[in-house]
Protein backbone atom coordinates (compact mmCIF):
# COMPACT_ATOMS: atom_id res chain seq x y z
CA UNK A 1 0.00 0.00 0.00
CA UNK A 2 1.24 3.84 -0.60
CA UNK A 3 0.02 7.26 0.46
CA UNK A 4 1.23 10.44 -0.14
CA UNK A 5 1.96 13.39 1.80
CA UNK A 6 2.49 17.30 0.93
CA UNK A 7 1.82 20.44 -0.45
CA UNK A 8 1.05 22.44 -3.79
CA UNK A 9 5.07 23.08 -4.37
CA UNK A 10 6.75 19.39 -3.39
CA UNK A 11 5.39 16.22 -2.29
CA UNK A 12 6.59 12.71 -1.77
CA UNK A 13 5.70 9.24 -1.90
CA UNK A 14 5.70 6.87 1.26
CA UNK A 15 5.75 3.33 0.66
CA UNK A 16 5.33 0.66 3.16
CA UNK A 17 6.09 -3.08 2.54
CA UNK A 18 4.07 -5.45 4.73
CA UNK A 19 4.75 -8.96 5.32
CA UNK A 20 2.48 -11.02 6.18
CA UNK A 21 4.15 -14.52 8.35
CA UNK A 22 1.86 -17.45 8.75
CA UNK A 23 0.82 -19.14 12.56
CA UNK A 24 3.61 -21.17 12.97
CA UNK A 25 7.03 -18.31 11.14
CA UNK A 26 9.62 -17.26 13.90
CA UNK A 27 9.06 -13.69 13.74
CA UNK A 28 12.63 -13.17 14.73
CA UNK A 29 13.95 -15.68 12.44
CA UNK A 30 11.90 -13.52 9.69
CA UNK A 31 13.19 -10.57 10.91
CA UNK A 32 17.03 -10.72 10.57
CA UNK A 33 16.66 -12.40 7.46
CA UNK A 34 14.86 -9.80 6.21
CA UNK A 35 17.30 -7.01 7.82
CA UNK A 36 20.46 -8.74 6.45
CA UNK A 37 22.70 -6.13 5.21
CA UNK A 38 20.75 -3.56 5.66
CA UNK A 39 21.77 -0.73 8.24
CA UNK A 40 21.87 -1.58 11.94
CA UNK A 41 19.86 -0.03 13.92
CA UNK A 42 21.76 1.92 16.50
CA UNK A 43 21.41 0.86 20.36
CA UNK A 44 19.47 4.16 21.03
CA UNK A 45 16.78 2.93 18.71
CA UNK A 46 16.84 -0.14 20.19
CA UNK A 47 16.42 1.07 23.29
CA UNK A 48 12.93 2.93 21.73
CA UNK A 49 11.45 0.30 20.95
CA UNK A 50 11.56 -1.87 24.56
CA UNK A 51 10.29 1.65 25.67
CA UNK A 52 7.48 1.75 23.54
CA UNK A 53 6.62 -1.98 22.81
CA UNK A 54 6.22 -2.49 26.71
CA UNK A 55 4.43 1.31 26.94
CA UNK A 56 2.02 -0.52 24.79
CA UNK A 57 1.71 -3.62 26.57
CA UNK A 58 1.30 -1.42 29.86
CA UNK A 59 -1.79 0.58 28.40
CA UNK A 60 -3.60 -0.43 25.60
CA UNK A 61 -5.06 3.23 25.30
CA UNK A 62 -2.31 4.18 23.64
CA UNK A 63 -1.34 7.55 26.05
CA UNK A 64 1.96 6.25 27.67
CA UNK A 65 3.36 5.00 24.37
CA UNK A 66 2.54 8.46 22.91
CA UNK A 67 3.70 10.58 25.89
CA UNK A 68 7.24 8.91 25.42
CA UNK A 69 7.27 9.00 21.72
CA UNK A 70 6.67 13.19 22.44
CA UNK A 71 9.40 13.52 25.34
CA UNK A 72 12.36 11.17 23.32
CA UNK A 73 11.84 12.71 20.50
CA UNK A 74 11.68 16.50 22.58
CA UNK A 75 15.05 15.58 24.38
CA UNK A 76 16.75 14.69 20.73
CA UNK A 77 15.95 17.68 19.72
CA UNK A 78 17.49 19.77 22.43
CA UNK A 79 20.31 17.61 22.24
CA UNK A 80 20.96 18.39 18.75
CA UNK A 81 21.55 21.89 19.35
CA UNK A 82 24.80 22.50 19.02
CA UNK A 83 25.10 25.38 21.87
CA UNK A 84 23.49 22.26 24.35
CA UNK A 85 25.41 19.75 23.20
CA UNK A 86 29.17 21.13 23.48
CA UNK A 87 27.91 22.49 26.95
CA UNK A 88 27.78 18.90 27.95
CA UNK A 89 30.59 17.23 25.59
CA UNK A 90 34.02 17.82 23.83
CA UNK A 91 33.55 15.97 20.94
CA UNK A 92 31.16 15.94 17.91
CA UNK A 93 27.43 14.45 17.98
CA UNK A 94 27.07 15.06 14.06
CA UNK A 95 25.58 12.31 12.41
CA UNK A 96 24.70 10.61 15.80
CA UNK A 97 21.02 10.09 18.31
CA UNK A 98 22.64 11.94 20.86
CA UNK A 99 20.37 10.65 23.58
CA UNK A 100 22.15 7.96 23.74
CA UNK A 101 24.34 10.14 25.90
CA UNK A 102 21.64 10.16 28.32
CA UNK A 103 21.05 6.64 27.94
CA UNK A 104 24.55 5.73 28.74
CA UNK A 105 24.64 8.09 31.67
CA UNK A 106 21.64 6.76 33.09
CA UNK A 107 23.65 3.01 33.02
CA UNK A 108 26.81 4.84 34.39
CA UNK A 109 24.65 5.60 37.63
CA UNK A 110 23.28 2.79 38.14
CA UNK A 111 25.57 0.81 41.53
CA UNK A 112 25.93 -2.24 39.80
CA UNK A 113 27.05 -0.58 35.98
CA UNK A 114 29.80 1.48 37.92
CA UNK A 115 32.24 2.40 35.24
CA UNK A 116 30.89 -0.33 32.78
CA UNK A 117 30.12 2.27 30.06
CA UNK A 118 33.18 3.13 29.51
CA UNK A 119 34.01 -1.39 28.98
CA UNK A 120 33.21 -0.90 24.83
CA UNK A 121 30.62 -3.48 25.30
CA UNK A 122 28.22 -3.12 21.91
CA UNK A 123 24.80 -4.10 24.55
CA UNK A 124 25.56 -2.92 27.62
CA UNK A 125 23.19 -0.04 27.36
CA UNK A 126 20.18 -2.30 25.68
CA UNK A 127 20.96 -5.15 27.88
CA UNK A 128 20.41 -2.62 31.19
CA UNK A 129 17.02 -1.22 29.55
CA UNK A 130 15.77 -4.17 28.74
CA UNK A 131 16.51 -5.86 32.38
CA UNK A 132 14.93 -3.19 33.58
CA UNK A 133 12.23 -2.22 31.79
CA UNK A 134 10.89 -6.05 32.24
CA UNK A 135 11.21 -5.60 35.93
CA UNK A 136 10.14 -2.18 36.22
CA UNK A 137 7.66 -1.23 33.24
CA UNK A 138 8.04 1.58 30.65
CA UNK A 139 7.00 4.48 32.52
CA UNK A 140 9.20 3.95 35.94
CA UNK A 141 12.35 3.92 33.83
CA UNK A 142 11.45 6.35 31.23
CA UNK A 143 10.83 8.78 33.90
CA UNK A 144 13.83 8.01 35.78
CA UNK A 145 15.51 8.63 32.26
CA UNK A 146 14.27 12.01 31.48
CA UNK A 147 14.67 13.29 35.15
CA UNK A 148 18.65 12.63 34.44
CA UNK A 149 18.22 15.12 31.20
CA UNK A 150 16.14 17.92 33.15
CA UNK A 151 19.19 17.87 35.67
CA UNK A 152 21.82 18.48 32.65
CA UNK A 153 19.15 21.08 31.25
CA UNK A 154 18.71 22.82 34.44
CA UNK A 155 22.55 23.20 34.55
CA UNK A 156 22.46 24.45 31.43
CA UNK A 157 19.87 27.31 31.62
CA UNK A 158 20.83 28.58 34.79
CA UNK A 159 23.96 31.09 33.44
CA UNK A 160 25.77 30.64 36.32
CA UNK A 161 25.82 27.01 36.30
CA UNK A 162 26.55 27.23 32.50
CA UNK A 163 29.63 28.51 32.62
CA UNK A 164 30.81 27.16 35.64
CA UNK A 165 29.73 23.55 35.01
CA UNK A 166 30.57 23.86 31.41
CA UNK A 167 34.36 24.41 32.33
CA UNK A 168 34.21 21.59 34.12
CA UNK A 169 33.17 19.55 31.60
CA UNK A 170 35.45 21.11 29.15
CA UNK A 171 38.32 19.59 30.91
CA UNK A 172 36.68 16.17 31.69
CA UNK A 173 37.63 14.95 28.27
CA UNK A 174 35.88 12.11 26.25
CA UNK A 175 31.95 11.75 26.91
CA UNK A 176 32.12 13.35 30.37
CA UNK A 177 29.89 10.61 31.34
CA UNK A 178 31.77 9.77 34.82
CA UNK A 179 32.01 13.28 36.10
CA UNK A 180 28.37 13.83 34.68
CA UNK A 181 27.61 11.63 37.06
CA UNK A 182 29.58 12.47 40.33
CA UNK A 183 27.79 15.78 39.09
CA UNK A 184 24.33 14.80 39.16
CA UNK A 185 25.03 13.15 42.46
CA UNK A 186 26.83 15.91 44.16
CA UNK A 187 23.83 18.57 43.38
CA UNK A 188 20.81 15.55 44.60
CA UNK A 189 22.88 15.60 47.54
CA UNK A 190 23.80 19.29 48.29
CA UNK A 191 21.57 22.80 48.51
CA UNK A 192 22.43 25.16 45.08
CA UNK A 193 24.48 27.18 47.31
CA UNK A 194 26.61 24.27 48.36
CA UNK A 195 26.18 22.74 45.13
CA UNK A 196 28.07 26.11 43.65
CA UNK A 197 30.62 25.78 46.57
CA UNK A 198 31.84 22.28 45.79
CA UNK A 199 31.98 23.62 42.05
CA UNK A 200 34.43 26.26 43.01
CA UNK A 201 36.59 24.12 45.10
CA UNK A 202 36.75 21.62 42.21
CA UNK A 203 37.74 24.35 39.87
CA UNK A 204 40.16 26.00 42.44
CA UNK A 205 41.79 22.47 43.03
CA UNK A 206 42.41 21.74 39.05
CA UNK A 207 43.51 25.13 38.29
CA UNK A 208 46.47 25.22 41.13
CA UNK A 209 46.52 21.42 42.52
CA UNK A 210 45.21 22.03 46.18
CA UNK A 211 42.49 24.00 47.88
CA UNK A 212 42.77 27.09 49.32
CA UNK A 213 45.15 27.99 51.93
CA UNK A 214 43.20 31.16 53.79
CA UNK A 215 39.67 32.63 53.00
CA UNK A 216 41.04 36.22 53.21
CA UNK A 217 40.44 38.17 50.01
CA UNK A 218 43.85 39.41 50.18
CA UNK A 219 45.25 36.47 50.91
CA UNK A 220 43.43 34.65 47.73
CA UNK A 221 44.32 37.17 45.58
CA UNK A 222 47.89 36.98 46.39
CA UNK A 223 47.96 32.89 46.25
CA UNK A 224 46.40 33.55 42.79
CA UNK A 225 48.65 36.22 41.28
CA UNK A 226 51.83 33.86 42.46
CA UNK A 227 49.87 30.95 40.39
CA UNK A 228 50.03 33.45 37.39
CA UNK A 229 52.97 35.03 37.62
CA UNK A 230 54.66 31.17 37.98
CA UNK A 231 53.15 29.77 35.20
CA UNK A 232 55.07 29.86 31.69
CA UNK A 233 54.35 28.89 27.87
CA UNK A 234 55.88 25.39 27.48
CA UNK A 235 55.94 24.11 30.69
CA UNK A 236 52.59 24.43 32.03
CA UNK A 237 50.40 25.39 28.62
CA UNK A 238 47.57 23.29 30.04
CA UNK A 239 47.15 24.94 32.91
CA UNK A 240 47.62 28.73 30.87
CA UNK A 241 44.72 27.87 28.25
CA UNK A 242 42.39 26.54 31.68
CA UNK A 243 43.14 29.79 33.01
CA UNK A 244 42.46 31.75 30.62
CA UNK A 245 39.17 30.18 29.43
CA UNK A 246 37.94 30.79 33.37
CA UNK A 247 38.95 34.47 32.78
CA UNK A 248 36.57 34.80 29.78
CA UNK A 249 33.54 32.21 31.92
CA UNK A 250 33.87 34.85 35.23
CA UNK A 251 34.20 37.81 32.99
CA UNK A 252 31.00 37.16 31.53
CA UNK A 253 29.84 36.27 35.33
CA UNK A 254 31.14 39.21 36.68
CA UNK A 255 28.05 41.87 36.20
CA UNK A 256 24.84 40.21 37.46
CA UNK A 257 23.60 42.46 34.87
CA UNK A 258 24.92 40.69 31.52
CA UNK A 259 23.46 37.70 29.66
CA UNK A 260 25.90 36.92 27.32
CA UNK A 261 27.39 33.10 27.47
CA UNK A 262 29.93 31.84 26.60
CA UNK A 263 30.11 29.63 23.09
CA UNK A 264 31.20 26.54 24.09
CA UNK A 265 30.35 25.03 20.33
CA UNK A 266 32.25 27.70 18.28
CA UNK A 267 35.21 27.32 20.85
CA UNK A 268 35.83 23.25 20.93
CA UNK A 269 34.85 22.96 16.94
CA UNK A 270 37.20 25.75 16.18
CA UNK A 271 39.45 24.72 19.20
CA UNK A 272 40.50 27.64 20.44
CA UNK A 273 44.39 27.29 22.29
CA UNK A 274 46.86 29.72 23.91
CA UNK A 275 49.21 31.64 21.28
CA UNK A 276 51.58 34.96 22.04
CA UNK A 277 50.01 38.33 21.53
CA UNK A 278 53.16 39.94 20.89
CA UNK A 279 55.25 37.97 18.05
CA UNK A 280 58.16 36.21 19.58
CA UNK A 281 61.16 37.69 18.16
CA UNK A 282 63.26 34.75 18.32
CA UNK A 283 60.97 32.78 16.60
CA UNK A 284 61.18 33.72 13.31
CA UNK A 285 59.57 31.64 10.06
CA UNK A 286 62.43 29.25 8.65
CA UNK A 287 60.73 28.26 5.95
CA UNK A 288 59.97 29.16 2.33
CA UNK A 289 56.47 28.69 3.31
CA UNK A 290 56.56 30.16 6.70
CA UNK A 291 58.49 33.20 5.54
CA UNK A 292 55.79 33.94 2.32
CA UNK A 293 53.05 33.53 4.59
CA UNK A 294 54.83 35.74 7.50
CA UNK A 295 55.03 38.37 4.02
CA UNK A 296 51.54 38.17 2.96
CA UNK A 297 50.22 38.69 6.41
CA UNK A 298 51.52 41.86 6.54
CA UNK A 299 51.04 43.04 2.88
CA UNK A 300 47.40 42.99 3.64
CA UNK A 301 47.62 45.26 6.43
CA UNK A 302 50.71 47.35 4.93
CA UNK A 303 48.54 48.32 2.24
CA UNK A 304 45.55 49.40 4.07
CA UNK A 305 47.68 51.47 5.81
CA UNK A 306 49.17 53.11 2.46
CA UNK A 307 45.92 53.30 0.58
CA UNK A 308 43.94 55.34 3.42
CA UNK A 309 43.79 59.03 2.60
CA UNK A 310 43.49 59.82 6.07
CA UNK A 311 44.03 58.09 9.05
CA UNK A 312 40.51 56.45 11.21
CA UNK A 313 39.60 54.60 14.18
CA UNK A 314 41.84 54.40 17.10
CA UNK A 315 44.13 53.37 14.84
CA UNK A 316 45.16 56.92 13.76
CA UNK A 317 46.66 58.06 16.67
CA UNK A 318 49.59 55.51 16.80
CA UNK A 319 50.75 56.80 13.39
CA UNK A 320 53.19 59.57 12.49
CA UNK A 321 52.44 61.23 9.42
CA UNK A 322 54.87 59.10 7.53
CA UNK A 323 53.45 55.97 8.42
CA UNK A 324 51.95 55.64 5.01
CA UNK A 325 54.64 56.35 2.74
CA UNK A 326 56.72 53.84 4.95
CA UNK A 327 54.12 51.37 4.68
CA UNK A 328 54.12 52.25 0.89
CA UNK A 329 57.45 51.63 0.56
CA UNK A 330 57.64 48.30 2.71
CA UNK A 331 54.63 46.81 0.52
CA UNK A 332 56.62 47.80 -2.49
CA UNK A 333 59.62 45.86 -1.63
CA UNK A 334 57.33 42.84 -0.35
CA UNK A 335 55.53 42.44 -3.71
CA UNK A 336 58.74 42.55 -5.49
CA UNK A 337 60.16 39.91 -3.38
CA UNK A 338 57.40 37.70 -3.73
CA UNK A 339 56.81 38.24 -7.42
CA UNK A 340 60.91 37.36 -7.76
CA UNK A 341 60.28 34.29 -5.22
CA UNK A 342 56.84 32.82 -7.18
CA UNK A 343 58.90 33.05 -10.47
CA UNK A 344 61.81 31.19 -9.11
CA UNK A 345 64.41 33.62 -10.11
CA UNK A 346 67.73 32.49 -9.40
CA UNK A 347 68.44 35.76 -7.64
CA UNK A 348 65.97 37.89 -5.38
CA UNK A 349 66.01 41.32 -5.36
CA UNK A 350 66.83 41.02 -1.17
CA UNK A 351 66.84 38.36 1.98
CA UNK A 352 63.99 37.56 3.48
CA UNK A 353 66.25 38.53 6.57
CA UNK A 354 66.33 42.19 5.78
CA UNK A 355 62.79 42.48 5.01
CA UNK A 356 61.60 40.94 8.17
CA UNK A 357 64.51 42.90 10.42
CA UNK A 358 62.75 46.13 8.79
CA UNK A 359 58.67 44.71 9.27
CA UNK A 360 59.66 44.53 13.00
CA UNK A 361 61.25 47.95 13.02
CA UNK A 362 58.08 49.09 11.88
CA UNK A 363 55.65 47.48 14.12
CA UNK A 364 58.31 48.31 16.84
CA UNK A 365 59.03 44.98 17.66
CA UNK A 366 62.78 44.32 16.85
CA UNK A 367 65.12 43.46 19.69
CA UNK A 368 62.11 42.72 22.17
CA UNK A 369 63.06 39.63 24.87
CA UNK A 370 60.66 36.88 24.77
CA UNK A 371 58.28 36.69 26.99
CA UNK A 372 56.20 33.76 27.87
CA UNK A 373 54.57 34.59 30.71
CA UNK A 374 50.62 35.01 31.00
CA UNK A 375 50.81 38.71 30.47
CA UNK A 376 51.56 37.94 26.51
CA UNK A 377 49.03 34.88 25.95
CA UNK A 378 45.55 34.52 24.93
CA UNK A 379 43.26 32.19 23.22
CA UNK A 380 43.23 32.03 19.78
CA UNK A 381 41.56 29.71 17.15
CA UNK A 382 43.77 27.02 15.29
CA UNK A 383 42.93 28.48 11.91
CA UNK A 384 44.59 31.75 13.32
CA UNK A 385 47.45 30.10 15.03
CA UNK A 386 48.59 28.53 12.05
CA UNK A 387 48.04 31.13 10.34
CA UNK A 388 49.42 34.08 12.26
CA UNK A 389 51.78 32.38 14.77
CA UNK A 390 54.95 34.93 13.89
CA UNK A 391 52.84 37.78 13.65
CA UNK A 392 53.42 40.68 15.24
CA UNK A 393 50.66 42.37 17.38
CA UNK A 394 49.27 44.86 14.73
CA UNK A 395 48.99 42.26 12.35
CA UNK A 396 46.94 40.05 15.08
CA UNK A 397 44.24 42.61 15.76
CA UNK A 398 43.55 43.80 13.03
CA UNK A 399 42.39 40.14 11.70
CA UNK A 400 40.91 39.37 14.88
CA UNK A 401 38.63 42.96 14.82
CA UNK A 402 37.83 41.94 11.41
CA UNK A 403 36.45 38.35 12.50
CA UNK A 404 34.49 39.84 15.21
CA UNK A 405 33.18 42.45 13.09
CA UNK A 406 32.19 39.88 10.86
CA UNK A 407 30.04 38.19 13.87
CA UNK A 408 32.56 35.20 13.45
CA UNK A 409 33.00 34.19 17.28
CA UNK A 410 36.30 35.58 19.70
CA UNK A 411 35.75 35.24 23.27
CA UNK A 412 35.30 38.21 24.59
CA UNK A 413 38.83 38.80 26.84
CA UNK A 414 40.33 37.96 23.72
CA UNK A 415 39.01 40.85 22.10
CA UNK A 416 39.49 42.96 24.88
CA UNK A 417 43.20 42.34 24.21
CA UNK A 418 43.31 43.61 20.97
CA UNK A 419 41.40 46.39 21.73
CA UNK A 420 43.60 47.16 25.13
CA UNK A 421 40.74 47.11 27.22
CA UNK A 422 43.12 46.51 30.01
CA UNK A 423 45.74 49.09 29.91
CA UNK A 424 46.14 51.68 32.23
CA UNK A 425 46.95 54.55 29.42
CA UNK A 426 45.09 54.92 26.30
CA UNK A 427 48.02 54.88 23.03
CA UNK A 428 50.02 52.86 21.46
CA UNK A 429 47.16 50.53 20.29
CA UNK A 430 49.19 49.23 17.59
CA UNK A 431 51.67 48.04 20.28
CA UNK A 432 51.67 45.62 23.21
CA UNK A 433 53.77 47.03 25.67
CA UNK A 434 55.48 45.43 28.84
CA UNK A 435 53.07 47.81 31.02
CA UNK A 436 50.03 46.03 28.82
CA UNK A 437 51.03 42.94 29.67
CA UNK A 438 51.46 43.74 33.29
CA UNK A 439 48.18 45.16 33.37
CA UNK A 440 46.33 42.67 31.20
CA UNK A 441 47.74 39.75 33.88
CA UNK A 442 46.97 41.69 37.04
CA UNK A 443 43.35 41.92 35.52
CA UNK A 444 43.31 38.19 35.18
CA UNK A 445 44.42 38.06 38.97
CA UNK A 446 41.50 40.50 40.09
CA UNK A 447 39.01 38.78 38.26
CA UNK A 448 39.69 35.08 39.17
CA UNK A 449 40.22 36.23 42.81
CA UNK A 450 36.97 38.13 42.89
CA UNK A 451 35.12 35.02 41.46
CA UNK A 452 36.61 32.75 44.40
CA UNK A 453 35.62 35.31 46.86
CA UNK A 454 31.97 35.37 45.69
CA UNK A 455 32.04 31.66 46.68
CA UNK A 456 33.15 32.18 50.21
CA UNK A 457 35.31 29.01 49.70
CA UNK A 458 36.47 27.40 53.28
CA UNK A 459 40.23 27.00 53.72
CA UNK A 460 41.01 23.13 53.00
Known amino acids: MSFQTGSDEASCNVRVIWYELAKDDDAVAAFTRLNVGKI???????????????????????????????????????????????????????????????LQLVVAMAPQQANKTESGSPCLVFDYFSERIRRNGAEYEWDYARSVFLSLQEWFEDRTLFHTIGFILNYGGGRNTNVMKALIRKSQDLSK????????????????????????????????????????YGRHSGKIRDVLLLFNLTTLLEDARSNIRFQFDSFKREHWDIEHIRSVSDSRPVTTREQDGWLRQCLVYLRGVA??????????????????????????????????????????PEDFERIDRDLLRYFREENTPPDHGLGNLTLLDSATNRSYKNAVFAVKRHTLLQHDKSGIFVPLCTRNVFLKAYSREAGGVLLWSAYDAQAYRDRIVETLSAFFERLELPAS
Open 40 to 102: PLTEAELVRALFLRRAIKDDHRGGLSLRIANEWDQIEKRLQDDAFWYFLQNESGQGIIRIGLI
Open 307 to 348: GSTQNEGDEAEDRKPTEAEEARRLSDRITLYLEARQDSRPKL
Open 193 to 232: REFGKFIGRQIFVHLFGRGLKATSGNVVREEIREECDRIH
